[in-house]
């Protein structure tokens, strides 16, 4: 058996153990309720027990942890992945928990700081019980060991050759809030089992193309963007374009003068109306955020690149200086 120290053991059914046995754990998978802490047990206990689909653990905004099953057995909350992954699922209704609107996926609620150190406590016991590595992965492709989020399996946001972690095509579980908190929950659990976050070396940037795709993808999260145009993209164009006008793009005009603050706005416009040239990546907005951070030199090519695909942009839709190639 394989119960937590410090989670409160409490199967759903006394049947617990007539679940399929894990054949590996590679994996620990982190969802998002849309329900309190006690109105998941009452669901998941009132709705058959192990007979549908339920979690291994689940949190509560205080930072409580209840085990709904021992980790030796699956929980079905993982589709493909239910032989080898341990699943959690996290209360974001109920006590610390605004109300919010549960048709808007954007609208999940950020995980609390007690939530953050309870999925911290989950991970770093599953890497020392379980050896799951406390990394990231990227994707839901078969082999992935380490620390991921449901949507990586979901159809509508899944990698070619990915596993189908969900048969809900779209869903966003657990929301773009608490995907960004996910480095965080690592990095607690890493602390824990007493380890040091790795140093993200200039080596392992991407190539430009990978930089291009990676940009699009943290501009399209309105958490980030923001952040991003504010920090890098305003003071490129401070020195790139001092003072473009009469820029077309969709019929709109927008005026890039020296005035930060309206060049600033016109950017995060044109980024948002603009339709990125390469698919969009399922990479996590806070990882990048923090490589921008934390490796300047990447941060300039970064910026860099990100500018010159906007300058192109805006030139392909200016009659006055036509497309470029």
Same mark, same amino acid.
């Given at each position: ?24 754990? /590679? ?44 980790? $030796? ?25 605004? $109300? ?23 991970? +770093?016991? +599953? ?8 990394? =990231? ?66 080596? /392992? ?8 795709? =990676? ?6 999260? /309105?958490?980030?963007?923001?952040? =991003? ?40 416009? =044109? ?8 698919? +969009? ?45």
């Amino acid at each position: 058996m394989a119960r937590m120290p410090g989670a409160r053991w409490r199967p759903l059914a006394a049947n617990w153990a007539s679940q399929p046995r894990m054949t590996r754990v /590679d994996l620990v998978l982190i969802h998002t309720a849309v329900g309190s802490f006690e109105g998941t047990f009452a669901y998941f206990s009132g709705s058959g027990g192990y007979s549908g689909a339920e979690s291994h653990f689940m949190t509560g905004g205080g930072g409580e942890i209840d085990q709904y099953q021992d980790t $030796a057995h699956q929980a079905e909350a993982n589709g493909a992945a239910n032989g080898d992954a341990i699943s959690i699922e996290n209360a974001d209704m109920g006590p610390g928990f605004a $109300a919010w609107n549960t048709r808007d996926g954007n609208a999940v609620p950020a995980f609390t700081p007690a939530q953050i150190e309870a999925n911290a406590r989950i991970c +770093a016991w +599953a890497h020392t019980t379980h050896g799951v590595p406390l990394e =990231l992965i990227p994707d839901s492709k078969p082999g992935r060991r380490g620390i991921g989020y449901h949507r990586l399996g979901v159809p509508g946001y899944m990698v070619a050759g990915g596993e189908k972690w969900s048969s809900a095509t779209g869903k966003v579980c657990p929301g773009n809030r608490r995907i960004a908190q996910i480095p965080q929950i690592i990095a607690r659990a890493r602390q824990l089992v007493g380890g040091a976050a790795p140093v993200i070396q200039e080596d /392992d940037m991407p190539d430009n193309e990978t930089i291009k795709r =990676l940009v699009w993808e943290v501009l399209y999260q /309105d958490d980030v963007r923001e952040r =991003l145009v504010a920090s890098l993209i305003r003071p490129i164009y401070d020195t790139l374009t001092p003072g473009v006008e009469g820029v077309k793009h969709d019929g709109d005009v927008y005026r890039w003068t020296r005035d930060a603050a309206a060049r600033t706005s016109a950017i995060a416009a =044109l980024a948002e109306k603009a339709s990125p040239a390469v698919p +969009a990546l399922n990479v996590d907005a806070e990882d990048v955020a923090e490589a921008l951070a934390s490796t300047p030199g990447f941060a300039r090519t970064l910026a860099a690149e990100l500018a010159d695909e906007l300058d192109r942009r805006a030139r392909d839709n200016n009659p006055s200086t036509g497309p470029t190639t």
